[in-house]
């Protein structure tokens, strides 16, 4: 069900063989190849470093600020890669390059290269698309890569990977059954991403988690910055002068503020200028599936909005968007896991329409709710359903003859976008050819990296 097993031995030792630096258990680096060259510099044939890293942490939000802060690393001229989760139809999106995919043939040679690792067999599914992506950025030559975590901190496959920021997103109730049961337990494991003395920046947090962030990085000695610390506090607040996100809705501002605070950060640090003008740019091309997205109507066709709310945190957000940033929907269609609180959910959940809850089954996906079992706690207007199709079916009747159908809502959980996806594929737009790679060297020439 997890993708981690509450230690990083075997991923730190999956590192070490496939010649990658990695964490110690004191959590300070292993010894590694040298760091990336400032952007624009010229670099030799076949020189390999260790691309500057930035790992995000955090309950929301992950996406997009990692998103963004990959998108500001590529328009200041650096080869950036991009690692995030999950993914919607092929696991191959959870590897960028310069946004690209990975083709199919470089993919299956860093898989078997990792899995011809010491150890490689064992390592759980997270931890071996990890050392895929972190192998795969070395051999493209990345620069400077965003690493986001997978679930909390100190625990996850990413947090045995050098980094060189560590970037918090804002916390929340959510995998309690892993991370712990409050707030304060889950900021913990977190916090336990924290390197010493490695930088780690903070977007807005409640005060609860906060605290915890401030007292980890004062125990190891982490210079710890909030957004404001790194823009200004001024009024009225940080966000003021950051540029427009793409994405819609305010927390989209939020998390750019992010993502320009972990950049700044980044390049005062390595001595890199930082061009407004490319941040800009950046912020407002940025543009993560599923995240408040339109996928418009036609004739007979119901516009549809995606968003991948799947915790009461970030319904909460959603609840703010709605008749704002989007249009109020005529009905939602929700799906949620079987580990989530929906009774906390539940009044969110059915305070975004008046219109109908369609909770269509998600059969491929073991973990997701029964419907009939969500039905019981969203009230009356839910109506289970056997699948996804049929949902987008009633959707599209809803015009019944009259006119247009009313916008739809589809949100709950980001497994439910996948399956929507899988039907509808076009709607995750192109990301231009997929990227090959140099070949690995033979086992003679050394270490990979």
Request: hydrophobic fraction near 50%; include cysteine; glycine fraction near 12%.
């Amino acid at each position: 069900m997890f993708h981690m097993d509450f230690g990083l031995g075997r991923m730190r030792a999956a590192l070490e063989a496939l010649g990658l630096a990695g964490r110690q258990e004191g959590g300070r680096p292993l010894p590694g190849a040298a760091v990336a060259a400032p952007p624009g510099a010229a670099r030799g044939p076949g020189a390999v470093a260790r691309p500057v890293a930035v790992q995000v942490v955090g309950t929301n939000g992950k996406g997009s600020v990692s998103l963004m802060l990959a998108e500001i690393m590529r328009a200041h001229g650096l080869r950036a890669g991009l690692y995030a989760s999950p993914h919607f139809v092929d696991v191959r999106e959870r590897v960028l390059v310069d946004g690209r995919k990975l083709d199919e043939a470089a993919w299956m040679t860093l898989g078997s290269a990792v899995l011809a690792t010491p150890g490689g067999p064992e390592l759980t599914y997270f931890e071996c698309v990890t050392a895929i992506a972190a192998l795969g950025f070395v051999r493209a030559g990345c620069a400077a890569v965003v690493l986001e975590a997978g679930l909390g901190g100190a625990h996850d496959a990413t947090t045995a990977l050098d980094a060189d920021l560590t970037v918090f997103t804002p916390m929340g109730l959510d995998h309690m059954a892993v991370l712990g049961p409050t707030l304060a337990h889950i900021a913990r494991d977190k916090a336990g991403a924290m390197r010493p003395g490695v930088p780690a920046v903070s977007g807005p947090q409640p005060p609860e988690a906060m605290a915890v962030l401030r007292e980890r990085a004062r125990e190891i000695g982490a210079p710890f910055m909030t957004v404001a610390d790194v823009l200004g506090a001024a009024p009225p607040g940080p966000c003021a002068g950051v540029p427009a996100p793409a994405m819609a809705g305010e927390h989209q501002r939020e998390n750019a503020a992010l993502a320009l605070a972990a950049w700044t950060v980044l390049a005062r640090a390595r001595g890199w200028a930082s061009d407004p003008a490319a941040c800009a740019r950046a912020i407002g091309a940025a543009r993560l599936p599923g995240r408040l997205q339109c996928v418009p109507g036609g004739p007979g066709r119901a516009e549809l909005w995606l968003d991948g709310a799947h915790n009461a945190p970030a319904l909460e957000r959603l609840a703010r968007a709605v008749g704002r940033a989007v249009p109020r929907p005529a009905a939602v269609i929700f799906a949620c896991m079987a580990d989530k609180d929906l009774a906390a959910m539940a009044p969110l959940v059915a305070g975004l329409t008046a219109g109908p809850l369609w909770l269509p089954a998600l059969p491929e996906v073991p973990r997701a709710l029964a419907p009939e079992a969500a039905a019981a706690l969203l009230g009356p207007r839910a109506v289970p359903l056997p699948g996804l199709a049929r949902a987008l079916e009633l959707a599209d009747g809803l015009g019944d003859g009259a006119g247009a159908p009313g916008p739809v809502l589809v949100c709950g959980s980001l497994y439910l976008l996948g399956a929507f996806f899988a039907l509808r594929p076009e709607a995750l737009g192109t990301r231009g050819p997929d990227l090959a790679l140099p070949p690995l060297p033979a086992p003679e020439d050394g270490p990979s990296a």
